[in-house]
């Protein structure tokens, strides 16, 4: 499975911004996007990477970061194999290089470790302006 993330640039504060995460392929095992809870994680310049947002593989279940909760909204749409992250009043340490993840481990449970999430975009860089 590979995904490409996009959707990034800059933005002043208070403003908006959609990431989109496309994934193609199969594993091995013949895994899809259908099969994947997937994440948006982040990365700020000298910091760890962070987890944002994560959906379950139906799409039923969301889980976020507080530093986000209210602000954005994490979707899919298993039809077109994307993911979204919808970010709204936005921050100046919303800052950061923006990853799209999939989990295909096939776990009941959505996971917000970074360490669960087997195939990774390449990231999508997201400027907030004060």
């Known amino acids: 499975v590979q995904l490409q993330a996009c959707g990034g640039g800059l933005v002043q504060a208070g403003g908006f911004l959609r990431l989109s995460c496309a994934a193609s392929?199969?594993?091995?095992?013949?895994?899809?996007?259908?099969?994947?809870?997937m994440g948006w994680f982040r990365q700020a310049p000298g910091k760890e990477r962070e987890f944002v947002a994560a959906?379950?593989?139906?799409?039923?279940?969301?889980y976020y970061a507080d530093s986000v909760k209210g602000r954005f909204t994490i979707s899919r749409d298993n039809a077109k194999n994307t993911v979204y992250l919808q970010m709204n009043m936005l921050k100046p340490e919303d800052m950061a290089v923006y990853y799209c993840?999939?989990?295909?481990?096939?776990?009941?449970?959505?996971?917000?470790?970074?360490?669960?999430?087997?195939?990774w975009g390449q990231g999508t860089l997201v400027t907030v302006s004060s």
């Open positions: 993840a999939a989990d295909l481990r096939l776990t009941i449970s959505t996971s917000r470790e970074l360490r669960d999430y087997d195939r």
């Open positions: 392929g199969r594993t091995a095992s013949g895994r899809t996007f259908n099969s994947a809870h």
């Open positions: 959906i379950s593989r139906s799409g039923g279940n969301t």
